[in-house]
């Protein structure tokens, strides 16, 4: 395999990669219908076991990604905001926001308890058994909102104390103008952080209020009373968190639409190459994390729009403008695979089941091989060259002519042989000998001609090796017909970039 030089902006470009993929990755995870991801959690103990990145918990790796952004918008120099603070924190912020407007843990147990209550409709004629279960389940998350609340009234005294230290600091040191100038913004940051505080225990209590409200509800004597009132505060609270989260996700969302022109823009005066790459993260990360599956229309979280025929050509354009920074198959690989998600998302059947986990697979695969640096050759099985046909069949044809010579030459030498053994004329055997000589060394001299023509020969072998990295890095499900999927690799226009070895 050729080794390519390393660019002495790899780093960097690298980065914005990351940067691009982590914004996205961001906003999917905090999107009101967050599409799902790592699902295998830690069993429950007390002695605080370490997990894995697959076993956190959603609002873990929600933070992670917003701490990855942070740090890399410092990196790359633009996390600064027009109003002379950071994006990165105020991304933070407004996340934290959002979160405890939804107020997770007492909203999750009110749809718990919601189902539970809808049991008898579904076919099990038993209200007292539904009230009894939803009536346990929210009796157990009145207990831990509780333990919620606490500590969000604990931030905001620890927010005040913090506040009151920084006013305390601007009063002694007013005379120095350099201290003073400080002190303000300390202020300023710990009065919005107050505010942050303030709002969200607001928001995590009137959890607490919802679900006391659905318990006293559940307690009624008559269980289908019970059923039916409960049921009618569960909705009731249920669209209210809803409308008290939409606000929050609002600002949110235009806050990161904010964020990411300002990063484009910056990134373009500063490198070009910077903010291909991420265009190039963000979009690939996007086809997963902006994706809304159930959407029909032309909205641009549906499929036809995130893996429709403009995007994928883009993203494989820009695929190609990397491919310096990248394994030399690794920029052919995925573009052959965005031409197979394209056709999965023109394909409803295609879609149909198991197209979201084998997405979000697809995206984990192009991080391994984009931003980890995987080579993509390491995935190709070895089945996978056996049953290449299409490689045997090029090698082929590309020495087709050299192959006939030498069987040719071959022949008449196995014939001379022969005739040397048992006998003949002599004009057949000085025939066969020159047929001998001439294939042979023909074949010799057609194959140094071909071995001069290094680049051609290294195209032959490049193109046959993409074809089997591009099927080995798609993980689109089974087609119905196994031809489709051969049908939209063959669509991959980008190819290996081959050195002039002449």
Known sequence: MTKFPVLDDAAHVLRAVRLGWGVAEARGRNRPDAPPAEATGLPASKDHPLPLRI?????????????????LAKELHVDSAPDGGSFGAALDEKARLLYHARAPKAASALGDAANLLRQPVAGQPDPAAAQRAALARLTAAVTVQKEVVEGRRQAVAAAQRALAAAKQREATGARHPANAAAASRAITVAAAELQVEQTASTEEAAGLQAL??????LEAEDPEVAVRDASSVIDREQKRIGEAAQGPWDDLADWIWQFDAHIQDTLAIASENQATGYQFGRGLAETYWALDPDQQTADATSWGFLLGSDRCTELSRLAGRLGGYMNEYTAPGIAGSIDVWKAVAADKTWRQGAADPALYNQIRRWYELVILGQDPTTLIKPTDILLDYGTIRRTLRWFLPELLILLLGLAALGGLIFFLSVGGSTSLKTALASLATVGITSAGVAGKLKNSEQAMLKRSRQDAYTDLVAYAV????????????????????LTPATPNQG
Do not use: N, S, Y
Not at 58 to 71: C, F, H, N, S, W
Not at 476 to 492: C, D, F, S, V
């Open 55 to 71: 076993e956190r918990t959603p609002t873990e790796l929600r933070i992670e990604a917003q701490v990855l952004v942070a740090g």
């Open 212 to 217: 006391e409200d659905a318990v006293r509800a």
């Open 474 to 493: 798609q993980t689109a499900p089974r087609p119905a017909r196994r031809k489709e999927l051969k049908k939209a690799l063959a669509q991959r226009q």
